[in-house]
């Protein structure tokens, strides 16, 4: 019989709602079957599958996949799925994953050439945005840096569209041992900042990002901290041609980290 509300395994997956049962179990959930098929692209992260028997039916491919690699593969009723799922009009498939987490120097020893540091932001729509630019922009890795929402919150899985499992994910505590690292690794540092000395297309211009780049943002509220952006080896600006005051973040990110992707190009 296909499991409900109230199975063990259910409830126990359910926890993972709250952010300190994810960190406490290392696991989290992926909901829906884009995010359910690029988690069992990368071996050994789904650690079980839940689904309607209309969804299983319909994804008989993803269901096989799972299957094939040892990830059990459990029937749920509609009313469990809604409990397992955090979206009005769920898809019939959630996933049980492990943490993804690299150690900053792991990431840095694969010589990434671009990085995104998400510093501070909060809004998980937003960092799971600038997360699927990142990986989309080819960056290597993405640092959720000091107090930042946590990469496994499930709108910021969503919002990633998959890319959560693609780059290499870092939480780094202290925000200036990471820049100071990655600097030591031989990437430029930049902050952006709509007040910035520097003009994005200026630095393009002038060559300065055809070299390896990590891009500094902060959250739209507060912008970066100001020992942060101090740090940087440049404040950067993207330049507005029209009447707008601002870029959101997603946009200001997606702007920097194209250009640097063109130059490295």
């Not at 359910?14 to 959930?29: E, K, N, P, T």
């Amino acid at each position: 019989m296909p499991f409900t509300p109230r199975t063990p395994r259910v409830v126990a997956a359910r926890r993972l709602h709250r952010r300190r049962d994810r960190d406490a179990a290392g696991r989290f959930l992926a909901e829906g079957p884009q995010s359910v098929r690029e988690a069992l692209a990368r071996p050994g992260t789904v650690v079980e599958l839940f689904g309607t028997p209309a969804a299983l039916d319909r994804y008989a491919d993803l269901a096989a996949h799972a299957a094939h690699a040892d990830v059990p593969v459990s029937e749920v009723t509609d009313d469990a799925l809604a409990a397992l799922a955090e979206t009005v009009a769920p898809q019939g498939l959630v996933a049980v994953c492990r943490h993804l987490d690299v150690p900053l120097d792991d990431a840095l020893a694969a010589g990434p050439r671009l990085v995104a540091v998400l510093a501070e932001i909060r809004d998980p729509g937003n960092a799971g945005t600038v997360l699927r630019t990142a990986d989309a922009a080819g960056a290597g890795a993405v640092v959720f840096a000091g107090d930042a929402v946590d990469p496994y919150n499930g709108k910021c899985v969503r919002a990633s569209a998959g890319s959560l499992f693609h780059v290499d994910v870092v939480r780094a505590p202290d925000p200036g041992q990471a820049v100071e690292a990655l600097r030591a690794a031989g990437l430029s540092i930049f902050a952006t900042t709509g007040y910035g000395d520097s003009d994005l297309d200026d630095l393009a211009d002038g060559g300065r990002l055809a070299a390896p780049t990590a891009w500094l943002f902060g959250s739209e509220a507060h912008g970066l901290p100001e020992e942060l952006a101090a740090a940087a080896d440049a404040r950067v600006r993207v330049p507005l041609h029209g009447r707008a005051e601002s870029l959101n973040l997603a946009a200001a990110a997606a702007v920097c980290l194209y250009a640097s992707a063109r130059a490295l190009r």
